[in-house]
């Protein structure tokens, strides 16, 4: 009696199951390089915040909860072949228990408008860096807005739509199973593919966008033009504090109503407070620059934040002045090492 007529498939043990697997994953190889396995290290499918994010967000709800497990032990012993994630997109190839793996398509309809609007302005001011968000280290408040059910980051069932080549009648399969738990095993790897699915720039999260913008400008402005943009300007444009440039006096040239310093003991103490002043900014720039100048890797702006306890603009007026020095550069995106 077959399987379809009520009978049930031979037992095949699952040291058998990944042999098989890792037999036709060798096959594939050969036809085609850039194939990408889910390879599962370890009991927990998913390490991540994003992975355990996405696993938790389909198990919750109840048109999934009973079927996904399905696919655990397919995705645990390297049934998953091959798993290529695109814009709203997943292609996979699943082994079963026939000679030839099924083709599974899984497709994710982007976050709506007004959702993504909402999570923008929810991260206002809140993720300094791709790095944090990409590592899962934002604070708590933002945690729970992107796991929110119907109107977070992840999908909802009726967000998702997916097909299988298999013969089994079920409308979720081992197979699509097994793939929707791949995905979260591919987002320990590269967190930057979930918004890749969900169709969204990551980069509209975080604030470093300003930061970024304002080195640029600022770089420009060294070249002497007509059209550079004064300091003062830029703090007024995106509301940082920037350090005022010494502005030597020219010979011959008098002094500006104000800017002389006052004589007498309300002067002599205005000058003491300009001195302890300046020696205080001169410890903090000397820290700033001195945690960028010693890392190989390069630093950011919260990690700075979080080793030292200085706030945001006077970390990033330090940056732009040891910049400006020449003493350090900009790595990449956010990122500052030693020149």
């Not at 998913?46 to 109840?62: M, Q």
């Not at 994710?108 to 999570?119: D, H, L, P, T």
């Not at 913008?213 to 995106?238: G, P, Q, Y």
Request: aromatic share 8%; net charge positive.
């Amino acid at each position: 009696m077959s399987y379809w007529e009520g009978g049930y498939p031979p037992y095949v043990s699952v040291a058998e199951k990944k042999a098989k697997a890792a037999k036709k994953l060798k096959q594939l190889k050969k036809k085609n390089p850039g194939i990408k396995p889910v390879v599962i290290e370890g009991k927990a499918i998913a390490l991540s915040w994003w992975g355990k994010s996405w696993n938790k967000n389909l198990e919750r709800y109840a048109d999934y909860s009973n079927r996904i497990g399905r696919g655990r032990s397919y995705v645990r012993h390297g049934a998953v072949l091959d798993l290529q994630i695109d814009s709203g997109k997943v292609e996979a190839l699943v082994q079963g228990s026939g000679a030839k793996p099924y083709s599974v398509i899984v497709k994710i309809k982007a976050i709506n408008e007004k959702s993504w609007q909402e999570i923008k302005t929810a991260c206002g001011g809140k993720l300094d860096s791709l790095q944090e968000l990409l590592a899962g280290k934002f604070p708590k408040a933002l945690s729970e807005i992107f796991i929110e059910q119907g109107t977070g980051l992840f999908p909802s069932p009726k967000d998702i739509e997916f097909s299988c080549s298999c013969p089994d009648w079920a409308s979720m399969c081992k197979h699509v199973a097994a793939t929707l738990y791949g995905i979260s095993a591919r987002l320990d790897e590269d967190p930057s593919l979930f918004f890749k699915l969900r169709k969204v720039r990551m980069k509209d999260l975080v604030t470093e966008a300003v930061e970024d913008k304002t080195c640029n400008l600022l770089e420009k402005a060294k070249k002497k033009t007509e059209r550079v943009i004064a300091e003062s300007d830029l703090s007024d444009v995106f509301g940082i504090d920037m350090e005022e440039p010494v502005v030597p006096i020219k010979k011959g040239a008098k002094p500006k109503p104000g800017s002389m310093p006052k004589i007498g003991k309300s002067g002599e103490k205005s000058a003491t407070k300009q001195t302890v002043s300046k020696k205080k900014a001169e410890s903090v720039f000397d820290t700033v620059a001195g945690i960028i100048r010693s890392s190989k890797k390069g630093v950011n702006v919260a990690l700075i934040r979080k080793k030292t306890g200085f706030n945001d603009n006077q970390i990033r007026n330090c940056i732009y002045r040891a910049n400006k020095q020449g003493k350090i550069k900009r790595l990449k995106r956010g990122i500052y090492v030693s020149s």
